[in-house]
């Protein structure tokens, strides 16, 4: 008798991706459905896409999911946490989201330790817009708005939200990861599933950070973008665990003193 | 329930609080500072509600969006410029038919401006605001009773309609202390259910809330609906106060706190001996253009009167059209007129046309 | 009575805007219809404070006054600011520990009050608006003693009892002086 090995996450919803082909979108939907899925926490999950070409992630991802306006994900997500702490809320933003018109929302909501997972898709480009320089384009790199390759006196350097919001003490567990190869998917995954279990445990904010690849804006083909993640993105955007405090007790402990001192 | 001499401001947290609201997120701006504090301190008793001192307007408009989303009753306050940072909020609201309240204590402007009661944000109000053609429901109170009861009706039609609500007073409104008397407080349980908020698809297919129709047509059907829905508003939510109109010859027309001051002006020409009275929309979107038009009947001469340079003065045109001679008041620096300097343009007037 | 409408003013410390608020509420406890209008912001912040208070037996429709029926001026800048506005056959009070100058106007009338010394014979400097307002409603009559007695305790009443002693003696002392005035 034939053994199913491979089969659609319960949260994956049953659409053809509109991604370009080599996007690293794909994939990192289909590990937020499964990470979902395992955690069974489906009917209580809560999702707040981007602008950006992940708009769409409702057409994929079957959770309830309210839009934001550009870069406002975190802060509605906010609000929708703050109304029902049961609910399990994540954030879907891209780099431009999140790291230019979203950071004061994104760091202050940090800053507040809000119960929070945000993914966090770093492709280094406004992909839907066409390719324009993102904050996070490396130095060097051609874009539509950065024409003969960034320019840091120009167009300023490659912004690490990430190694701000380590920072920021509401922050529990930031790591980076990507999506290139089986291996780094299956640690994206890990991140992902750990980003919801802090949440879950009621901690503080989380953030995985997934350097994913556009080889359309790029205009390489989907195995070069992987290879130039591999070898370029990393030297300025290295991967890792950035920041877990999630073993620090008395750093909790001071945490829920100040959640009483509010009642 | 007693008396209680309340700051106008105040006034609005304690009404929110009873009207069911249990998300409040905001950004200190003069001269509404008085709201969020009160917010903050009432919350805090509350088992149920949130209080967040949000990092920028668009943050805290932002955040009353998730909580509507939730399903919640919620409201950001803000006075002029900060308003016109939740604009885009209050649009994506608009567009996602999301109910919230949103108080406006507007401020002299444009720009930074001055921090004197002042109604320039009329237009901004009752035109949409930000992009896309929506509108929103806008109540101007001119009391602290007034204050109370249009608070909690602010939050009836915002869930009734599924829109924001603006509710638009200025510094003298937020400032001033008047004693109120408020309703008993509402159970947010006891509220009707909303059956289209994110709370878990539980049982049920997943849901979404979102603004976007990349489809034209899709676009075109959901804006007519809009269109079908601001229909209704208007045809059902219009209020107004008529004030010694039944014998009047001329009518000032003004809003919030500019008809306050106008009802003091109206009974200082009325012991001369003159026959003024007053017309006050008490919502200006929509706009009771039918019953004012309806008053031209009798009265062909109206002084709209306004803090600013003239904004609903357009709308009483339209609505009066060659019916009526549509004259001007306006002190639009921040200076509060005195009932006196209202009184002396409309005897002017009278005396002008020999009415 | 019909509609009463007093200005407060003074330097910012001085307690004018609890002067306001004592009378506003006084008169809420008498059933009159009040409102009570601060100045606010950056203007209170600059250093004068003053307030508008309508004390009235029909609904107050304008909160604003054209003319003032009364105005209670603790400081200089405050008569420069506010004596020509006072309507004809109105009064001024006056803190005349502070204010040298004498309004030139004829008609209306002049009740200057030394309100500092009196508190500081008292022993509490800083109960001068007390002794203002004790004095303000004995001339005017537009509430009674007895009800801004009543006021002025549950708006202290977190204070304790020697606040609520002080404030008690600094009313009753301004309204004797004003008696004495009248009576001499």
Not at chain 1, 97 to 118: P, Q, V
Not at chain 2, 181 to 187: A, C, L, N, V
Request: hydrophobic share 40%; glycine share 10%; aromatic share 6%.
């Amino acid at each position: 008798m034939a053994k199913q090995v491979f089969t659609r996450p319960k949260a994956l919803k049953d659409n053809i991706f509109h991604y370009c082909p080599g996007c690293g979108h794909s994939i990192i939907h289909r590990l937020l459905a499964e990470v979902i899925d395992e955690l069974g926490i489906r009917d209580k999950t809560v999702g707040v896409p981007p602008a950006g070409c992940a708009v769409l992630a409702y057409n994929y991802i079957d959770v309830d999911m309210g839009e934001a306006p550009h870069g406002r994900a975190i802060a509605v997500a906010t609000g929708i946490k703050r109304t029902r702490p049961d609910l399990i809320v994540f954030t879907y933003q891209g780099d431009g989201d999140i790291a230019a018109i979203g950071t004061a929302e994104t760091i202050h909501a940090a800053n507040r330790g809000e119960r929070l997972s945000a993914i966090f898709v770093n492709n280094g480009v406004y992909g839907m817009t066409g390719g324009q320089m993102a904050p996070t384009t490396l130095l060097g790199q051609t874009t539509t708005t950065s024409p003969g390759g960034r320019l840091p006196l120009r167009d300023g350097f490659p912004l690490d939200l990430s190694q701000m919001l380590a920072v920021a003490d509401g922050s529990v567990y930031i790591e980076r990861t990507a999506v290139t190869s089986p291996k780094n998917i299956i640690k994206t995954k890990r991140a992902i599933k750990k980003a919801f279990q802090v949440q879950m445990d009621d901690l503080g904010f989380a953030l995985v950070e997934i350097l994913s690849q556009c080889p359309i804006n790029w205009k390489l083909s989907p195995v070069d973008a992987c290879k130039w993640v591999e070898e370029e993105v990393v030297k300025s955007y290295p991967l890792g665990v950035i920041k877990d405090t999630t073993q620090a007790q008395n750093r909790m402990d001071r945490m829920k003193r100040g959640k009483r001192a509010k009642t | 329930m007693t008396k209680q001499l309340m700051r106008g401001s105040h006034a609005i947290a304690e009404a929110a609080t009873r009207a069911g609201c249990r998300f409040y997120a905001g950004y200190p701006i003069t001269p509404q500072n008085e709201l969020p504090e009160y917010m903050s301190v009432r919350f805090a008793q509350l088992e149920d509600a949130t209080f967040v001192q949000a990092e920028s307007e668009l943050a805290a408009i932002n955040m009353v969006m998730g909580a509507s989303m939730a399903g919640v009753r919620a409201m950001t306050s803000s006075s002029s410029p900060g308003i016109s940072l939740k604009q885009e909020g209050i649009s994506y609201m608009a567009g996602m038919e999301l109910p919230a309240v949103i108080v406006n204590i507007m401020r002299g402007g444009p720009g930074l401006g001055n921090i004197a009661p002042s109604q320039q944000d009329y237009l901004q109000a009752t035109k949409g605001g930000g992009h896309g053609g929506y509108r929103t429901i806008v109540l101007a109170p001119c009391s602290g009773q007034e204050l109370v009861t249009l608070t909690i009706k602010a939050f009836d039609l915002a869930d009734a309609y599924r829109s924001p609500v603006i509710l638009l007073g200025d510094g003298l409104m937020g400032q001033m202390m008047e004693p109120v008397i408020f309703p008993d407080p509402i159970d947010p349980a006891a509220l009707p259910k909303k059956d289209w908020t994110l709370d878990g698809a539980r049982g049920r297919d997943s849901r979404l809330i979102a603004s976007l129709h990349l489809d034209p047509t899709e676009m075109e059907q959901f804006n007519w609906k809009l269109a079908r829905k601001y229909a209704a508003i208007c045809e059902r939510e219009t209020e107004h106060e008529s004030y010694l109109l039944d014998d009047a010859v001329v009518a000032v027309v003004a809003f919030g706190t500019a008809a306050r001051i106008a009802k003091g002006a109206v009974n200082r020409v009325r012991k001369a001996g003159l026959k003024a009275g007053l017309f006050r929309p008490i919502t200006l979107w929509p706009f009771p253009g039918k019953e004012l038009r309806d008053l031209t009947r009798t009265i062909k001469s109206l002084l709209v009167f306004e803090m600013n340079f003239g904004q609903m003065v357009e709308d009483v045109k339209l609505s009066v059209g060659e019916q009526a001679r549509v004259h001007f008041h306006g002190r639009p620096g921040g200076i509060i007129p005195t009932p006196h300097d209202i009184g002396a343009a409309i005897t002017k007037l009278i005396h002008r046309y020999g009415l | 009575m019909g509609i009463t409408k007093t200005i407060f003013s003074g330097f910012g410390g001085q307690g004018v805007l609890m002067m306001g608020y004592v009378l506003a509420t006084s008169g809420m406890h008498e059933d009159k219809h009040v409102t009570f209008l601060p100045s606010y912001g950056a203007e209170v912040r600059g250093g004068t404070a003053n307030c508008t208070i309508t004390v009235s037996d029909e609904p107050i429709a304008s909160p604003v006054a054209s003319f003032p029926d009364f105005a209670v001026l603790m400081n200089t800048p405050s008569v420069m600011r506010f004596e020509g506005g006072v309507k004809s056959g109105g009064a001024v009070f006056l803190n005349s520990d502070l204010v040298e100058l004498r309004p030139k106007r004829r008609d209306i009338q002049v009740v200057a009050i030394p309100v500092n010394n009196i508190a500081e014979r008292l022993g509490n400097a800083r109960s001068a608006n007390m002794v203002m307002i004790g004095a303000f409603v004995q001339k005017t009559g537009l509430v009674s003693l007895k009800s801004v007695i009543k006021s002025v305790k549950s708006i202290f009443e977190t204070k304790g009892t020697k606040v609520h002693k002080i404030n008690t003696l600094a009313l009753k002392e301004g309204a004797a002086f004003v008696k004495g005035l009248s009576g001499s």
